[in-house]
């Protein structure tokens, strides 16, 4: 497993919009290194013919029936919205979207 | 040098349910923006989506309906993305164990029939609706954010635009007519990607493909593929080579214009979603709504040509809808003659329908109502031009036809006994038509019939008229 740095921190660190001072980097570098060797401890484990865990809780197949409920109003969804226009979100246009959907 | 192309198509039917596909928010069309929407749509920490069973019905409808293989285990995933119109940063969908796959629909073109086979069918949620203003911002609304979603994936068989929108045409039908969504184009519950590559004829490794994104009607489809073909029929003429590219048509210029291009397929970090369970479909269900299944269009085509002999003309154009349709089979079975159903639906009910821009559950006529009307008509009661009376009545208000004739004192006059000396009367005082008949003048009929109609005050059944006429005259 390549060595996890300072660096490789930082990067994650800005593809989750975040910044680290150099006493948190000093702290989070070797968690995340720890964290990762356990993961490779993991990996040595034989799952062969073991099928693969989706669900911890022991249950399927839950349903509820199509019942239309009104829960929130547009008021109270909005509260927690920093910027708003005529009932719409407002936010930073971004048009660089693979709405793959 | 002759190129192959090679059409694969993603559909997305949003499935008609009254509340959304994990959150018991109203799935409603044109509400104010953010009003029908709840703390599990728009993604708030500590909420639990939990499953609508009727998208599960709805999709399986669709699933059996076009011979795909249902799967007995399905789950969820997370399909991983940020985007303004996604509030919880990840779509809810199926990508490891898809409601169905392996299935066909079977089409037409150029007068040859051709299986065309559905590589999967999966449920999402559909994401909100995201608004670019010319400020710099964006306005979102997540009213749709969690709509539930059957997407219909084909496998890239399709080799020219008319065989992509026969695919198409005979895909929407089927789903109409299971009723799992009313596939309104224009409302954004029926929506299209395509996917195109060419290669040199003989070639087996397939082309390059380039993705073209919400196309909103048939023809657009037709139109962008065709001009796709072209394109990059150019491209490798010229010893260029085709780009992994998104593409956007063009519905002003006829083109399609680069909006992006690919480094390779997007990693959405597929996972299973760990907040739901998985769904094992019982035999039993699947079986129940099979047997269940409504009338395919086809089913139908057969009755109204075969049964009731209407020409296929008047056969597909009351299969252009559902609801169409059933209210034919509706009005038929209330006692109608199939044919007269048919002639008043394709005119004077489409006419009106068209002028108030109007659909069927809107207006206040019934199928009892209209084949009550086709019953007044075909026993005499009511002429032809009365009926269009009595249904301008009747469709605008729900007005009872009979009642509404009695009341008006609109009835014909069908009764022998009541014509006979009206007849001879008018006959009696008319001896230069008579002459003129007996002449070889066939108008003089027509003035006679008129005279009787006068006395009656229009009310006179003209074909036992004319009857009660020409055996007059022919006894004199």
């Given at each position: 497993m390549e060595k996890v740095t300072n660096d490789t921190i930082k990067h994650v660190a800005a593809l989750a919009q975040l910044e680290f001072s150099e006493e948190e980097l000093a702290k989070f570098t070797p968690q995340m290194g720890k964290i990762l060797e356990m993961a490779e401890e993991l990996q040595a484990v034989d799952t062969t013919g073991v099928e693969e865990t989706v669900q911890v809780v022991d249950r399927d197949t839950v349903f509820r029936e199509d019942v239309p409920e009104k829960w929130q109003t547009r008021e109270e969804m909005m509260k927690?919205?920093?910027?708003?226009?005529?009932?719409?979100?407002?936010?930073?246009?971004i048009i660089d979207k693979d709405d793959n959907q | 040098?002759?190129?192959?192309?090679?059409?694969?198509?993603?559909?997305?039917?949003?499935?008609?349910?009254?509340?959304?596909?994990?959150?018991?928010?109203p799935v409603t069309y044109g509400a104010k923006p953010n009003t029908e929407t709840n703390v599990i749509d728009w993604g708030y920490p500590g909420t639990l989506p939990m499953v609508n069973k009727e998208v599960y019905r709805l999709g399986l409808m669709v699933a059996l309906a076009t011979h795909s293989h249902v799967n007995p285990v399905t789950h969820f995933d997370r399909k991983n993305y940020f985007y303004p119109d996604n509030p919880k940063a990840y779509q809810i969908t199926q990508f490891f164990k898809p409601l169905a796959e392996n299935g066909y629909v079977e089409v037409e073109v150029h007068?040859?029939?051709?299986?065309?086979?559905?590589?999967?069918?999966?449920?999402?949620?559909?994401a909100g609706k995201n608004t670019h203003g010319t400020n710099g911002f964006s306005y979102v609304d997540y009213n749709r954010q969690g709509v539930p979603l059957l997407e219909v994936v084909s496998e890239p068989e399709m080799t020219d635009p008319d065989e992509a929108v026969?695919?198409?045409?005979?895909?929407?039908?089927?789903?109409?007519?299971?009723?799992?969504?009313?596939?309104?184009?224009?409302?954004?519950?029926?929506?299209?990607d395509t996917n195109i590559s060419?290669?040199?004829?003989?070639?087996k490794e397939l082309g390059t493909k380039v993705e073209m994104k919400n196309l909103n009607s048939f023809e657009h489809v037709r139109m962008s593929l065709a001009y796709e073909q072209k394109r990059q029929q150019e491209i490798l003429l010229s010893g260029g080579r085709v780009r992994l590219s998104t593409r956007r048509f063009d519905t002003n210029t006829g083109k399609t214009?680069?909006?992006?291009?690919?480094?390779?397929?997007?990693?959405?970090?597929?996972?299973?979603?760990?907040?739901?369970?998985?769904?094992?479909?019982?035999?039993?269900?699947?079986?129940?709504?099979?047997?269940?299944?409504?009338?395919?269009?086809?089913?139908?085509?057969?009755?109204?040509?075969?049964?009731?002999?209407?020409?296929?003309?008047?056969?597909?154009?009351?299969?252009?809808?559902?609801?169409?349709?059933?209210?034919?089979?509706?009005?038929?079975?209330?006692?109608?003659?199939?044919?007269?159903?048919?002639?008043?639906?394709?005119?004077?009910?489409?006419?009106?329908?068209?002028?108030?821009?109007?659909?069927?559950?809107?207006?206040?006529?019934?199928?009892?109502?209209?084949?009550a009307m086709i019953k007044l008509i075909s026993d005499g009661t009511i002429s032809s031009k009365i009926a269009k009376k009595v249904f301008a009545e009747t469709v605008a208000n729900g007005t009872d036809p009979k009642k509404y004739?009695?009341?008006?004192?609109?009835?014909?006059?069908?009764?022998?006994?009541?014509?006979?000396?009206?007849?001879?009367?008018?006959?009696?005082?008319?001896?230069?038509?008579?002459?003129?008949?007996?002449?070889?003048?066939?108008?003089?009929?027509?003035?006679?019939?008129?005279?009787?109609?006068?006395?009656?005050?229009?009310?006179?059944?003209?074909?036992?008229?004319?009857?009660?006429?020409?055996?007059?005259?022919?006894?004199?």
């Open positions: 927690n919205v920093p910027d708003k226009s005529n009932g719409f979100v407002k936010v930073p246009v | 040098m002759n190129f192959t192309s090679t059409i694969g198509l993603e559909v997305h039917f949003e499935l008609k349910t009254k509340s959304k596909i994990f959150s018991p928010s007068g040859k029939k051709k299986k065309i086979h559905i590589h999967e069918m999966h449920i999402e949620e559909d026969a695919y198409l045409e005979k895909l929407r039908e089927i789903v109409q007519f299971t009723g799992a969504s009313d596939v309104k184009m224009e409302e954004g519950s029926m929506r299209i060419i290669r040199p004829a003989g070639q214009v680069l909006e992006r291009v690919k480094e390779g397929d997007a990693d959405y970090r597929y996972f299973p979603e760990p907040d739901l369970p998985p769904y094992h479909i019982k035999q039993e269900w699947v079986d129940e709504i099979a047997a269940n299944l409504p009338k395919t269009a086809d089913e139908r085509r057969k009755i109204y040509v075969d049964e009731y002999g209407l020409k296929p003309y008047d056969a597909n154009v009351l299969l252009q809808n559902k609801e169409s349709s059933d209210f034919f089979d509706a009005t038929v079975a209330a006692g109608a003659d199939p044919q007269q159903a048919a002639n008043w639906m394709n005119t004077q009910v489409n006419g009106y329908l068209n002028e108030k821009h109007a659909e069927l559950k809107d207006i206040a006529l019934t199928p009892e109502n209209l084949a004739v009695e009341e008006n004192g609109m009835a014909q006059l069908s009764d022998e006994s009541v014509l006979a000396p009206m007849v001879k009367e008018v006959v009696d005082a008319n001896p230069q038509s008579v002459e003129d008949y007996k002449n070889g003048k066939d108008r003089a009929i027509g003035f006679l019939v008129g005279q009787i109609m006068k006395q009656t005050r229009g009310k006179a059944n003209p074909k036992v008229i004319n009857k009660l006429l020409l055996a007059d005259l022919a006894s004199r």
